[in-house]
């Protein structure tokens, strides 16, 4: 096993790709430590699951900050105060400021519940069914400025059913989320996987999706 990579991962609510990340590591299958959960919001459930492994968590609401600029300052120092070498987005539901996103690029990677380049945004299941899509997935990538825009590292498919529910399309979708945002997070950990140039690479090449 590799020297363990310090990650800091942000939540907004459920936690369950946390929970997976949580799980990898703790069954020796990620070389990450954990070095804090912060959550924007005080009652999200992933903090109960960070909690419960015994990782140190912090809350940071938005209201009381002046602008997004400013609630980026704040944020980037306390990540920072925590030394990490990625940064991971689990379902982290704000809009990041352009200053905070730099100095995390190549850092910052996220998970977003579409085939990107469609469906950025919100409401992905309940856009994916209302469009007829015949299929749905997920999408792992560098964060860059612009949202949902960033160089992709990974896709995994799902099928969407005549009678899906958005529930049920997330559910589905979610369970795949979790395998390739693990597998995205352990590639970063052990040096195979970097941003170069806007460009993702893994072992050197370009990820073609
Ligand atoms: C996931 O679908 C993620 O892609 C989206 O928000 C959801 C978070 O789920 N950005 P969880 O909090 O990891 O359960």
Known sequence: MPPKMPIVVLISGGGTNLQAIIDATAKGELPVTIEAVISDKVDAYGLERAQKAGLRTFTLPYSGFENREAYGRALQQLIDEQNPQLVVLAGFMRILSAPFVEHYLGK??????????????????????????????????????????GPIISQARVPVYDDDSTDELAARVLEREHQIFTQAIGWFATARLQ?????????????AI
């Open 108 to 149: 910052m990677i996220n998970i977003h519940p579409s085939l990107l380049p469609r469906h950025k945004g919100l409401n992905t299941h309940q856009r994916a069914i209302e469009a007829g899509d015949s299929e749905a997935g997920c999408t792992v990538h560098f964060v860059v400025p612009e949202i949902d825009a």
């Open 195 to 207: 941003l170069n140039d806007g460009h993702a690479l893994l072992d050197g090449k370009n990820i």
